[in-house]
């Protein structure tokens, strides 16, 4: 796998520092997450954390700028342990309530995750492997996003937020395609893949199948 990407070279001090980074984000994440999931609060905030697109978007990032694969894979396990542990432990230690399904739902998103950023991390990198690679989570994000026009109900009270949050799962993409690809000449390809995979997506309503009811919805 050396001719897509070559690790970088890095002391052990620079792995902790870095595995220390992303815990601190899941800390921070987890705790901004069971904030805005109170009566209240800007419902914006808590459809943008209960679905998947912030997350995936979150751990793209920390996987591709990681040292190595298998640090990249260490760095997203912590950060979804961090992120979830501090989530939930409040919920159950002072909330007294234990959502056992969503638990469970994230608990297995947190063991899969080091294998995709295991993966992800060769979306830096360089021929078509490394664009698929790199489209996979713009892909979710098309899709996902997409999805938001079903919250268009007559009797919902918040339709006038899927615009907003429309635009910022579209901001996400443009920050994905921005900064994953090494050079311009990427962007294209990637940006069309991603555009295939999420029509195919939507039409199969893969996530819909996989996630039914565990995504969130407004």
Same mark, same amino acid.
């Given at each position: 796998?050396?001719?897509?990407?070559?690790?970088?070279?890095?002391?052990?001090?620079?792995?902790?520092?870095?595995?220390?980074?992303?815990?601190?984000?899941?800390?921070?994440?987890?705790?901004?997450?069971?904030?805005?999931?109170? *009566?209240?609060?800007?419902?914006?905030?808590?459809?943008?954390? %209960?679905?998947?697109?912030? =997350?995936?978007?979150?751990?793209?990032?920390?996987?591709?700028?990681?040292?190595?694969?298998?640090?990249?894979?260490?760095?997203?396990?912590?950060?979804?342990?961090?992120?979830?542990?501090?989530?939930?432990? @409040?919920?159950?230690?002072?909330?007294?309530?234990? *959502?056992?399904?969503?638990?469970?739902? =994230?608990?297995?998103?947190?063991?899969?995750?080091?294998?995709?950023? @295991?993966?992800? =991390?060769?979306?830096?990198?360089? %021929?078509?492997?490394?664009?698929?690679?790199?489209?996979?989570?713009?892909?979710?994000?098309?899709?996902?996003?997409?999805?938001?026009?079903?919250?268009?109900?007559?009797?919902?009270?918040?339709?006038?937020?899927?615009?907003?949050?429309?635009?910022?799962?579209?901001?996400?993409?443009?920050?994905?395609?921005?900064?994953?690809?090494?050079?311009?000449?990427?962007?294209? *390809?990637?940006?069309?893949?991603?555009?295939?995979?999420?029509?195919?997506?939507?039409?199969?309503?893969?996530?819909?199948?996989?996630?039914?009811?565990?995504?969130?919805?407004?």
């Amino acid at each position: 796998m050396n001719q897509i990407r070559v690790k970088s070279e890095s002391t052990t001090k620079q792995k902790v520092v870095s595995i220390g980074y992303a815990m601190l984000i899941g800390v921070i994440m987890g705790v901004a997450a069971k904030l805005v999931d109170v *009566p209240g609060v800007n419902p914006i905030f808590d459809s943008i954390g %209960g679905r998947l697109g912030v =997350w995936v978007f979150v751990a793209a990032l920390i996987a591709v700028f990681s040292y190595s694969p298998k640090l990249a894979a260490v760095k997203i396990f912590i950060f979804f342990g961090s992120m979830l542990t501090v989530y939930y432990v @409040y919920t159950v230690l002072f909330l007294h309530f234990s *959502p056992e399904k969503a638990m469970f739902f =994230w608990g297995i998103s947190a063991v899969v995750s080091p294998i995709c950023a @295991y993966i992800m =991390w060769y979306a830096r990198g360089n %021929g078509l492997l490394s664009n698929v690679v790199a489209a996979l989570p713009i892909t979710l994000l098309l899709s996902e996003g997409f999805q938001l026009r079903h919250a268009y109900l007559p009797i919902h009270t918040h339709y006038y937020l899927i615009p907003v949050l429309m635009i910022i799962y579209l901001i996400m993409i443009v920050v994905l395609l921005l900064i994953i690809p090494i050079n311009k000449k990427q962007f294209l *390809p990637i940006l069309s893949i991603a555009v295939i995979l999420s029509f195919i997506m939507i039409y199969f309503n893969v996530l819909g199948r996989i996630f039914g009811g565990m995504n969130g919805v407004l």
